[in-house]
């Protein structure tokens, strides 16, 4: 029933456009009552993306059975993963994904709808981030309340900027090429300089010094750092930050 | 004309609430025509917001003349200047921008709305940093276009995401305290972290080297980095990435 909805909407959408179709015209389509339709959807946007909610629903239990785990698991590993089955979902249906990519492109009621579905996932992420950056305050990786919380929104939006960044290159290309490898792509950018909080080695930064080293007959001050191998790269620029920012 | 309308709707909004309260309404108390109201407002929803098309405004001038003064700036310090515009806006009204921002987390469809308002900023953003990364595309700051495209995205995600979670603190408060360094503490985050992509100082990192140091007796191996004072932190961990992952 909830598919059969679905697929009479966006056959409709596509025939006379999102705005000159009604619920009457859609449930007409399913041949089924007025009721039923509301039964599954709040509105009609709501049609357009079926899955967001199950989708949304799945991302909070792996978080919490994450969480639940007590794993010391870099909790930005953790979100990307997290995030990844937002791709999933699109990339399971590809022809249905990239029909509504162009359907969203032409009516602002779902790029609005697009936008409040985007926050949701993105506040998720943040939730979790933050309960990890809470729990971990003062061992230097920016928890305590203040920070911690900053850290986990700045993080979450970079997660979902780099997903939707190649997510909406593989839906513009018509579907084509890999989406999962695109946005491990894409996601590698956010680990790289955010992964690794977690990661219970300390500490990371052994030491550091500056010096006067010549270098191709120039005298610059270079700084000397030293860190054991594995070290997560965020901490080794939180250690190497106020040694390089010092003139 | 244009802000008696805004004081006047803004009125009837807290007295009756923002659904209950009509065009009709705001243009009978403001004492003027119907058709006064849409001249300058497109929806009720603008009123709410009537700075904001002035300040994204007065953000596309300034990027657009920080691009054309060619200056060597760090595109990630342009777009935080950028950022900050926002802030100014609400800091200049606070009463107004605390009234609202309890108004909004009220309304749904304010909130949408100012989520298609975030959206905007942050694309003004990303079509800066893009065209700055693109036009040096492979010396080495993730330019080319694919991944000059996605950086950019994601700084300017990280770029509006810690200068709202600052405002957001902000307004909450009731408008207490000092919002510009608050802010600009937010932004200090993403700055450490992306910042100092077009530092023209050319080897940033001039070594790194394995070893086997012992530490507290341990036979840990290290990395030892050696960096020009002043490099940006981006290309250390740039450097030093691939010299940690390894295993």
Redesign the interface.
Known sequence: MREALAKAAFELFLERGFERTTVDDIVARAGVGRRSFFRYFPSKEDVVFPDHEGCLAEMTRYLEASAAGGAPEDPVDTVCDAARIVMRMYAAKPDFSVQRYRLTREVPGL???E??VV?RYERTLANHLRAHYAGSAGVGN?GGNG?G???A??I???V???H???LRSWLRSGGEGDAEAAVDH?LG??R???GGASSGRAPAV?AHA?AH?G?DGEG????????????P??R??QG??S??G??
Do not use: F, P, Q
């Open positions: 790029r609005t709808y936008l409040s926050r920016g920070d919380a900053l850290r929104e700045v979450a939006s970079a979902v900027a780099a939707n960044n190649a894409a950018l956010v790289d300089v955010w052994a500056h080293v270098v610059d001050e270079v700084v000397i750092m030293v860190a054991r191998k594995g070290t790269v965020w080794v620029v190497i930050e040694a390089l010092e003139s």
